[in-house]
């Protein structure tokens, strides 16, 4: 099996055999659009197969696995967003990894980046438990909600500009439907940074120009077309790389979500 069938049972599955899926660009926007609600988004989201790379990809991971988890079955499709619906703080990450949030069918869940930011995210009062396992561990988060800026597992974590675009559709929609109760977005990394700045200009937030330049605690305070307040943080993305070397401190982490905690509550 190269994925979870839709509304087979796993945890967390929004959806069902006859969820309609996206098989091109122009099917990702057209369903977007037409999502009235964080249900019907993240259960288009989550049957896609607009992009075949990473469909191929995604899939084949799914199927060879890890020697580490040969016994498991692997969600092998796109990660939804996932958290409150009704949140003030929204994470945005990279995408997905192969053998994390691609096995486990949850964003950052099952792997280490994972492993560093649930425990900063507990330690500061946005989720409920230290660790994120799998889909069904009992986590969740508090006040927050999280999404990929790539919904699917991409080669050498590197999608391509094209993959990007033709997923914006998905995250400007999510953020628009819960641009009501958002006051704080903390991007995870330049990519999550840049694909942050259309997506929100779609949601209806007017971008500074020029834009700023991406770093680790930089603030820009932004405007929704109605005059409400949101705040972009950013955030180095805590990488088995960046936190082996010390780019990324359990410290900073914790300094960078307490901040985003006091912003959501001005």
Not at 68 to 90: K, Q
Not at 128 to 148: C, F, P
Not at 238 to 265: C, H, I, K
Request: glycine share 10%; charged share 20%; net charge positive.
């Amino acid at each position: 099996m190269t994925c979870v069938p839709p509304g087979s049972g796993w945890p967390g599955d929004p959806a069902s055999s006859g969820t309609p899926v996206a098989r091109d660009p122009a099917g990702v926007r057209e369903l977007a659009e037409a999502s009235r609600s964080l249900a019907e988004l993240t259960a288009a989201q989550s049957v896609c197969r607009a992009c075949p790379r990473l469909v191929e990809w995604r899939e084949e991971v799914a199927t060879v696995k890890r020697r580490a988890f040969a016994t498991e079955t692997y969600w092998g499709r796109p990660i939804p967003g996932w958290g409150e619906e009704e949140p003030e703080v929204l994470i945005v990450g990279l995408a997905p990894a192969a053998h994390g949030g691609n096995r486990t069918g949850r964003i950052f869940t099952g792997d280490r980046s994972g492993d560093w930011l649930f425990a900063s995210l507990y330690r500061t009062g946005l989720a409920a438990r230290e660790t994120s396992v799998r889909a069904d561990d009992g986590q969740r988060l508090i006040g927050a909600r999280m999404v990929a800026a790539v919904r699917c597992a991409p080669p050498a974590n590197k999608p391509d500009p094209a993959e990007r675009a033709a997923c914006s559709p998905w995250l400007s929609r999510e953020i628009a439907l819960v641009a009501g109760s958002l006051r704080v977005v903390v991007a995870l990394g330049g990519f999550a940074w840049q694909a942050l700045w259309p997506a929100l200009q779609e949601a209806g937030c007017a971008p500074p120009r020029p834009r700023p330049a991406f770093g680790h605690g930089v603030e820009v305070p932004l405007t929704w077309q109605d005059g409400r307040r949101v705040h972009l943080l950013g955030c180095y993305h805590p990488s088995q790389q960046n936190t082996f070397t010390g780019r990324v401190t359990a410290e900073m982490l914790d300094t960078l979500f307490s901040r985003a905690n006091a912003l959501r509550s001005l």
